[in-house]
Nanobody, 123 residues
Framework: VQLQASGGGLVQAGGSLRLSCAAS????????MGWFRQAPGKEREFVAAIGWSAGSTTYTDSVKGRFTISRDNAKNSLYLQMNSLKPEDTAVYYC?????????????????WGQGTQVTVSS
């Protein structure tokens, strides 16, 4: 299984970025997909997750109303639209996939992890 994240970069506060994650290597039918991030000197934290049908989403409180998670099952792809970015959003962002429940991923666990993509928000 491979998860390839992309779309990171340097943006000014208030700006937007769209992260993408391409999944390959198996069928992800029924899998939950999500995003995590890790800032320098801090532990990795959950950001957002989405269920297979895309009808269920969950976000950490700090990004609610600013970030939107979505997926395209036909393309085995995951996205994170990030608007109104703040300097505290600066981190390496990781995509992840898990066959379990959204609650499992929100708890920090995932079966498969991608490499990170750096997001830097300048003030």
């Amino acid at each position: 299984v491979q998860l390839q994240a992309s779309g990171g970069g340097l943006v000014q506060a208030g700006g937007s970025l769209r992260l993408s994650c391409a999944a390959s290597g198996r069928t992800f039918s029924g899998y939950v997909m999500g995003w995590f991030r890790q800032a320098p000197g801090k532990e990795r934290e959950f950001v957002a997750a989405i269920g297979w049908s895309a009808g269920s989403t969950t976000y950490t409180d700090s990004v609610k109303g600013r970030f939107t998670i979505s997926r395209d099952n036909a393309k085995n792809s995951l996205y994170l639209q990030m608007n109104s970015l703040k300097p505290e959003d600066t981190a390496v962002y990781y995509c992840a996939v898990d066959p379990g429940l959204i609650a499992t991923m929100r708890g920090g666990r995932a079966a498969y992890w991608g490499q990170g993509t750096q997001v830097t928000v300048s003030s």
